[in-house]
């Protein structure tokens, strides 16, 4: 709890029994008040390992829904637990659970309705082991947002984030693919809807645990990152109109 705003940590989860209990034990529970886990059809035993961790919040689905559908059934649970504000942390332990409160606080003080670890500002990302393909293809997409989206933002490929209550209650989310370009999409949303961006710097680990995509899904969202920002940017001027930018889309539905 934070100024009396509920917090929730969601994990959307896949094959994470290695690292789960890293991430988990690094939660600042003194801030957060509940944890969610959805667990994507692993074959691991990641659901094992939460319930023996003590998460009375889990979800398992019966058949793989993708990276984006898991975050859909994430952020719709926190907001049964009456969260204020959600904080999604990969269970993989790429990022530093500790970073929660800032971020939590950050929206807490009404100053930002989203806010993002950003793991390009300072030199986090390649000392943490980011590969160079990955940072140059990061720096040129984040790049060619900002200047389709009129943002100011370090990276809009992190997945670590945090977001108000309000922001999730007002984007049509369930007009977003559920793969992984989920996440671009919901923060194009998150500007079109005027909603405030706020970063805090974060450290990174890349290691053979920690989950990642190829180079075949990594274009793939790559192309798929340009098009929502292009379709932003039609949409703003008046050319064409698209779901995911309409506020009468489809909203999670609690």
């Known amino acids: 709890m934070l100024h009396g705003k ?21 939660i600042p529970f003194d801030v957060v008040d509940d944890v969610v886990l959805v667990d994507d ?10 319930k023996k961790l003590g998460i009375k919040n889990i979800v398992v ?16 649970q926190a907001l049964k637990l009456g969260a204020d504000i959600v904080v999604m942390v990969h269970p993989d332990y790429q990022y530093a659970p500790k970073l929660i409160t800032a971020m939590a606080s950050m929206i807490a003080s009404d100053e930002y309705d989203c806010v993002l670890a950003s793991r390009v500002l300072g030199t986090g990302a390649l000392k943490g082991g980011m590969p160079f393909y990955k940072y140059i293809s990061n720096r040129f997409l984040t790049l060619a947002e900002n200047l389709l ?3 100011k933002i370090s990276e809009y490929h992190t997945g670590y984030r945090a977001f108000s209550k309000k922001v999730l209650e007002t984007l049509p989310l369930n007009e977003n693919s559920d793969d992984f370009v989920f996440d671009n999409q919901m923060l194009a949303q998150t500007a079109w809807f005027g909603f405030k961006i706020g970063e805090i710097s974060c450290p990174t680990k890349y290691f053979e645990d920690a989950s990642s995509i190829n180079f075949k899904r990594s274009v793939i969202y790559g192309f798929g990152v340009l098009g929502t920002a292009m379709k932003f940017k039609l949409q703003k001027l ?17």
């Open 6 to 26: 509920k917090v929730v940590v969601v994990m959307p989860a896949y094959h994470a029994e290695k690292t789960l209990v890293m991430t988990y034990n690094d």
């Open 41 to 50: 059809c692993s074959s691991d035993d990641t659901v094992a390992v939460g």
């Open 61 to 76: 689905h019966e058949k793989n829904k993708g990276y984006g559908g898991n975050q859909k059934t994430c952020y719709t």
């Open 149 to 151: 989206l009129g943002e």
């Open 238 to 254: 008046g050319l064409k109109r698209y779901p995911i930018f309409n506020n009468n889309g489809s909203k999670l539905k609690l």
